[in-house]
């Protein structure tokens, strides 16, 4: 619906959206209209209902990860996902695109993560969302001296704010200026 009115789209440039859980991430994308990827796809793959004893661990998110990481394809536009540590992510190379891609940062404050959490049909464990918080203003501080980021505040920004803030970014650095 709004993808009409963002420009030509280079071919094989991916916008990441990235934030804690119940940051606005899924919402944003959905909202914008484009292709995108979740993590949310891949979590069965490696979190199955049978084995769903307890809150999902780290290596089982980083393996969701993986599997999204090596789908993405020239035509998805936006990939999406909570990490609980993203500094290291990106230090580690495994995914080399994270060093220079564009980002889409969304965030709210963590009583409001946790709330909107807490609403969730499957909601995310408590200290994973708090993991997350943290690490995304970690990122946050990180993607300032840069200019490949956008950020949004979901709290102080309703989606058609949001929505038209993402897109005149993503014109800006995918539809030539």
Known sequence: MNSARLR????????????????????????IGLPFRTIDEW???????????????????DAALHLLMTSISTTDRM??????????LIDSNLYPELKSC????????????????????????????????ASAHQLRERLSSENRSLEIDSSTHDLTTSTQMAISFMNRILGGR
């Open 8 to 31: 030509g789209l280079a071919a094989s440039t991916p916008v990441f959206v990235l934030g804690p859980p119940s940051a606005g991430k899924t919402t944003i994308c959905r909202s």
């Open 43 to 61: 979590v069965p793959s490696v979190y199955s209902s049978a084995a769903q004893v307890g809150p999902m661990r780290n290596d089982q998110v």
């Open 79 to 88: 990939i999406e996902f909570a990490h609980h540590d993203y500094v290291s």
């Open 102 to 133: 564009y980002i889409i940062l969304m965030l709210a404050p963590l009583a409001t993560c946790l709330e909107r959490n807490a609403l969730r049909r499957s909601p995310v464990r408590v200290g994973y969302v708090e993991a997350s918080w």
